[in-house]
């Protein structure tokens, strides 16, 4: 189970979002602001981040880059009306994993997700499902 932020200002495509990737077996928490979501990002450790690039008080990318500059390894994607070329270089060159633009099907973005979240566990020494932390590497275990 994979904690997931979804950062994305139109409330019924947030919800929608958060519902279908409850139903696929992972946790979400939803931000419809900047704000919220770097409040967010700052207590809680989240696998994976859906950023959409317009929001209300600022943009997708400056959170994609200060994501990236607090956790590099944290994956972003990038989900978002923004379809000009420029955007989607921009994205990647801020360090997004994938780039999909609205409109969208959400079978497809699920699996996107399970394969963004499988490169980032790949060869990864620790388990964590959101209450229990091993580190094999460390020999550590941490709860909640």
């Known amino acids: 189970m994979a904690k997931i932020l979804v950062v994305e200002d139109d409330l019924a495509l ?10 696929a077996g992972h946790l979400t928490a939803a931000a419809y602001t900047c704000q919220k979501a770097r409040q ?36 972003v994607i990038f989900l978002t009306a923004n379809d000009l070329e420029r955007d989607e270089l921009n994205g990647f ?22 394969a963004v979240l499988r490169r980032g566990t790949a060869g990864s020494d620790c ?7 091993l580190d094999f590497q460390a020999l550590t275990a941490a709860r909640n």
Not at 14 to 23: I, R, T, V, W
């Open 127 to 133: 388990f964590d499902d959101g209450f229990l932390r």
């Open 40 to 75: 967010l990002l700052k207590t809680g450790q989240f696998d994976l981040v859906i950023l959409d690039v317009n929001l209300p008080d600022g943009n997708g990318f400056d959170i994609c880059r200060e994501c990236k500059s607090s956790a590099p390894e944290r994956p």
């Open 14 to 23: 947030s919800a929608g979002l958060c519902f279908a990737l409850d139903e």
């Open 93 to 114: 060159d801020l360090g997004a994993d994938d780039y999909i633009t609205k409109p969208f099907r959400i079978q497809v973005l699920k699996r996107r997700v399970e």
